[in-house]
């Protein structure tokens, strides 16, 4: 079974600090590939990144970064420089391969707060 | 190029009576998928389409619940005899079979049944 836990309820910041929301998941896939989606008030689910397994480079992405360490099963992703436009719930999810490889695990997501 | 759209956008229904949503996938996009969201959870997982072919349909789909994507183009989801505890947001994704195959995600229906 997979699994996805995303500690942080919620998180409140000022403009322009930095801020992580941490991601740790669980699989038996050797293959498998992590994304991070952002869900805005107006509900619709953002797509952010998507990451394979057997690539652990970090990817910087303006002022969002993602940070992969499979040793630790974890997958965090930093805002650099936080703006108002970035609160949001954001929702890291997990896919696996072969028969498993179409559906997405979430999991329960974080609230992010960026207060001007 | 359009993105993943659904209608409604929001349905408020009464107990025991059926609702119809519509979603209409990325035009190039051949694999389908709907998820129920409730409130403060992540979307879980309800059914899949790989074209017309529904492949897999989560425990969470009761016999209450039916999906279609006929000729393997727009889907709709089809809730029968609705409960309170169908109130939830639907959201619907596509993707395209390829080596990324990113799902990505449409505005949502929000059901509420009264």
């Known amino acids: 079974a997979q699994k996805v836990t995303q500690a942080q309820t919620e998180i409140s910041v000022v403009e322009k600090e930095d801020v992580t929301l941490d991601c740790v998941y669980e699989?038996?896939?050797?293959?498998?590939?992590l994304f991070w989606y952002k869900q805005p008030p107006s509900g619709e689910l953002v797509f952010l990144i998507r990451?394979?397994?057997?690539?652990?480079q970090n990817e910087i992405s303006g002022r969002y970064s993602w940070n992969f360490q499979k040793s630790t099963s974890s997958f965090n992703f930093t805002i650099t420089a936080s703006q108002v436009v970035d609160s949001a719930v954001y929702f890291c999810?997990?896919?696996?391969?072969?028969?498993?490889?179409?559906?997405?695990?979430f999991g329960k997501g974080t609230l992010l707060t960026v207060n001007p | 190029d359009t993105g993943v759209s659904q209608d409604p956008r929001h349905k408020i229904t009464k107990r025991g009576q059926n609702v119809t949503f519509r979603c209409d996938p990325i035009s190039e996009h051949n694999r389908l998928y709907w998820y129920r969201q409730t409130l403060g959870q992540g979307p879980e997982f309800l059914t899949y389409f790989q074209n017309e072919a529904q492949l897999e349909k989560s425990r969470l789909l009761s016999d209450r619940f039916s999906a279609e994507r006929p000729k393997g183009s727009f889907s709709t989801l089809e809730i029968q005899r609705t409960e309170q505890g169908d109130s939830a947001m639907y959201l619907c994704a596509s993707s395209q079979i390829s080596s990324t195959d990113t799902q990505y995600f449409g505005p949502g229906t929000r059901l509420t049944v009264l």
């Open positions: 999810a997990l896919t696996g391969s072969g028969g498993s490889n179409y559906k997405l695990t």
């Open positions: 990451r394979n397994s057997f690539d652990e």
């Open positions: 699989t038996r896939d050797t293959t498998y590939y």
